[in-house]
């Protein structure tokens, strides 16, 4: 009887050292393909950034950000690449697995699927339950992510690491405000892995094509708008003839009428409620509770009564403002006219 032959999966390809390599440099290898923290964004999951500013960053319309937030310490990522060294020690000690940094760019081995990059952050050693540690941090705001365990994007980013490495199992590992230690396990999902490639391939084509993908909707999407289309040039684009475009207007038309009706309503429950409180700082109802509170004091220039007083100063000191796009709509019925927030 012959004995079944079992294929081992190939190695994925070290693309690139990332040892002493700039972050700019870094930046530039991973717009060949899509890196395993950028898996829930090509997918369009990841409650971040959306698929649009990806799009741009890969196609060099938009730097992946004006400021590195690697460098700025207000900035969550700052905290995150800092205190990740002192997880991976941490969950060495709690668990007794030894683990080493992974100083490449990796590449999927397989040539159709090249356009998989991942960095890993720690490569587990000599284990054979657990292969690949992800080492993660989460601030106030984030810990309600993690309320239910792994959060859907960073899984995707995982599944994504071991659909290039070929591995079995990851851990996560995060420490959650500083002081909560928490470690997730997760296997290898090939079904899930094979949605996640399809998904991704989709994104890729966008890149390679040169097309934008569609907006979602999200505060992410708004921005690479405004970066991809920063300048109106006066012309009228004429879509009445075109049946898709007319229904997305209408339907515009009537989501805006119901915001304002939403809106006066939430208004007149919340002024009842005030009245109701009058000068009580807490009200508690049956299914909950609001607060009123009074700000403290703050004291700022008023520039207003300075520049009435030596009004040389805007002159000698001038502050020019770039302007931005406003969207407007106006329907053909002189009843309904609804002004956009400036974008």
């Not at 991942?118 to 490569?123: G, I, K, Q, R, V």
């Not at 309320?147 to 959650?176: N, R, S």
């Not at 508690?284 to 004091?297: A, C, E, L, M, N």
């Amino acid at each position: 009887m012959n004995n079944l032959q079992v294929s081992k999966p190939l190695s994925p390809i070290r693309l690139v050292s990332t040892k002493d390599m700039s972050r700019k440099d870094w930046l530039e290898v991973r717009k060949q393909g899509i890196g395993a923290s950028e898996a829930a964004s090509a997918i369009g999951i990841n409650p971040y950034q959306s698929q649009l500013e990806l799009w741009m960053i890969k196609t060099g319309r938009l730097a992946n950000t004006t400021e590195d937030p690697f460098e700025n310490p207000h900035s969550p990522m700052y905290w995150g690449n800092v205190l990740e060294p002192i997880v991976a020690e941490h969950y060495s000690r709690q668990t007794g697995r030894k683990v080493r940094r992974v100083n490449a760019v990796l590449q999927h081995p397989d040539e159709d699927k090249s356009w998989m990059l991942a960095n890993l952050d720690y490569a587990v050693v000599g284990n054979n339950d657990v292969q690949v540690l992800e080492c993660k941090t989460a601030g106030e705001f984030g810990a309600r992510l993690w309320k239910d365990g792994v959060p859907d994007y960073y899984q995707c980013q995982v599944q994504h690491q071991l659909a290039i490495t070929g591995k079995q199992t990851a851990e996560v590992a995060v420490l959650i405000c500083g002081q909560e230690f928490r470690i997730y396990r997760i296997e290898r999902d090939d079904e899930l892995i094979q949605e996640l490639i399809t998904l991704e391939r989709e994104f890729w084509s966008y890149v390679e094509t040169d097309t934008p993908p569609p907006a979602d909707g999200s505060e992410s999407a708004d921005r690479a708008l405004r970066a991809l289309y920063p300048q109106d040039h006066g012309h009228t684009l004429d879509l009445s003839n075109d049946p898709i475009m007319t229904e997305a207007f209408d339907e515009l038309v009537k989501v805006r009428d119901s915001l304002d009706v939403f809106t006066t309503q939430e208004a007149t429950l919340k002024q009842f409620i005030q009245q109701s409180m009058e000068d009580a700082t807490k009200a508690v109802f049956k299914h909950g509770s609001v607060s009123w509170k009074k700000s403290k004091d703050s004291t700022t220039l008023d520039t207003t009564a300075l520049l009435t007083d030596q009004p040389d100063l805007k002159k000698k000191y001038p502050l020019v403002k770039a302007g931005s796009r406003r969207f407007l709509i106006k329907a053909n019925n002189p009843t309904q006219h609804t002004e956009g927030a400036g974008s």
